[in-house]
């Protein structure tokens, strides 16, 4: 039997937002030769579609541990699908100067810049931010929210004007 996080995951796998999205080509599940080796719960790989941007890829692909799921928010960096490891820094989506975009995506600047996203919806950062609660109420993930939510909130992000590519 699955644990619980995982069958609320699979669960939000096969719900109407998800799979909507799918079908719009927003996100997916990461491909099976996209994986590491051994790869398994709590770990899940996922892609999100991005803006065209001359010499940037059409999707960026993310590791996440999910572990606690819905209960816990998830955590994770970008992922390199050919060399299956954490993208490199230098390859991570850049943002405008001083917008939100560049501000999410940072990868300097926090203790856990490089191996996770600068907000909210991220349980590594929110770890270090307690007033972001009261501060960001709409942008701090609960158990009410999904993967849908996640992806919704990342990919509207890499399909924003401040996205400028690699």
Same mark, same amino acid.
């Given at each position: 039997?699955?644990?619980p996080d995982q069958r609320l995951f699979e669960w939000d796998l096969r719900s109407a937002g998800y799979r909507n999205g799918v079908a719009k080509?927003?996100?997916g599940e990461a491909e099976a030769d996209a994986l590491p080796d051994g790869a398994a719960w709590p770990n899940a790989y996922l892609w999100m579609a991005a803006a065209p941007r001359t010499g940037a890829p059409d999707r960026y692909y993310v590791a996440l541990n999910l572990s606690g799921y819905r209960n816990v928010p998830p955590t994770g960096p970008f992922w390199d699908p050919l060399k299956k490891q954490t993208l490199e820094l230098?390859?991570?989506?850049?943002g405008k100067p001083n917008s939100?975009?560049?501000l999410v995506f940072? #990868?300097?600047g926090f203790s856990f810049a490089g191996r996770a996203f600068y907000h909210p919806y991220d349980r590594s950062p929110l770890s270090d931010?307690? #007033?972001w609660p009261t501060e960001q109420p709409h942008l701090v993930w609960t158990s009410a929210h999904t993967i849908v939510n996640y992806l919704e909130e990342f990919q509207s992000l890499l399909s924003s004007g401040d996205y400028v590519g690699v």
């Open positions: 039997m699955l644990p080509g927003l996100w230098s390859k991570w989506p850049k939100r975009f560049a940072r #990868t300097n931010h307690p #007033t």
